[in-house]
């Protein structure tokens, strides 16, 4: 198995740009997806393949990738981005989350 | 509109049985993988399995391979998770999710809001 390693957590004020972390061996081989889900709801996908927005996802997310590691940036972000983000991979067969990390807009 | 609900959720003893349902509308659902993840209360995602469009490709996760079973109706658009000797660390919030196209087992664009399933005694 492998392991996705996320920051608990990530503090920014409205307007700044948030970065949050992704780092796993498996990240130098295979994309990785982010997820943001905000309490009671259902997971929305707003990257995938490391840097790819889906449609209806603001052009304030965005993503890259860096050797074993992938950053998900929201830049200016908005007090409605507050919410655990999740990132995601899969190798072997079998998919990952990382641990999460909870984005305070405040 | 694209939908997936899950449902067959419920309160189960240890190394009991239990099988959840995801019926899927608004898509062409054999073209699609789809995946289950689950939450434990108060904590992150857990992939847990995963099958191709046409069923013929299942995986699964380490902590439920063997006693996990994951198919698919495709004539009545809905996906399957057989459930057998519950343990109590399998309480969560089970959630199936839609994938890219009809190869890719992973979560991608649409998930249902989850069904509860507690083991507990």
């Known amino acids: 198995s492998y392991e996705l390693t996320q920051p608990s957590s990530v503090s920014v004020s409205p307007g700044q740009t948030a970065r949050i972390t992704c780092s796993g061996d498996?990240?130098?081989?295979?994309?990785a997806r982010w997820f943001q889900q905000k309490p009671g709801q259902a997971p929305v996908l707003v990257i995938y393949?490391?840097?790819e927005r889906p449609s209806g996802i603001p052009e304030r997310f965005s993503g890259s990738s860096s050797g074993t590691t992938v950053t998900l940036t929201i830049s200016g972000a908005h007090v409605e981005d507050e919410a655990d983000y999740y990132c995601?991979?899969?190798?072997?067969?079998?998919?990952?989350f990382g641990g999460g990390t909870k984005l305070t807009v405040l | 509109e694209v939908q997936v609900l899950e449902s067959g959720g419920g309160l189960v003893q240890p190394g009991g049985s239990l099988r959840l349902s995801c019926e899927a509308s608004?898509?062409?659902?054999?073209?699609?993988?789809m995946s289950w993840v689950r939450q434990a209360p108060g904590k992150g995602l857990e992939w847990v399995s995963g099958?191709?469009?046409?069923?013929?490709?299942?995986y699964y996760g380490d902590s439920v391979n063997g006693r996990f079973t994951i198919s698919r109706d495709n004539s009545k658009n809905t996906l399957y998770l057989q459930m057998n000797s519950l343990r109590a660390e399998d309480t969560a919030v089970y959630s199936c999710?839609?994938?890219?196209?009809?190869?890719?087992?992973?979560?991608?664009?649409?998930w249902g809001q989850g069904t509860l399933v507690t083991v507990s005694s």
């Open positions: 999710a839609k994938g890219e196209d009809s190869g890719s087992y992973e979560p991608f664009d649409y």
């Open positions: 608004g898509f062409t659902f054999s073209s699609y993988a």
């Open positions: 099958i191709s469009g046409s069923g013929g490709s299942t």
């Open positions: 498996v990240l130098a081989k295979k994309y």
């Open positions: 393949k490391d840097s």
């Open positions: 995601y991979s899969a190798a072997d067969n079998k998919g990952e």
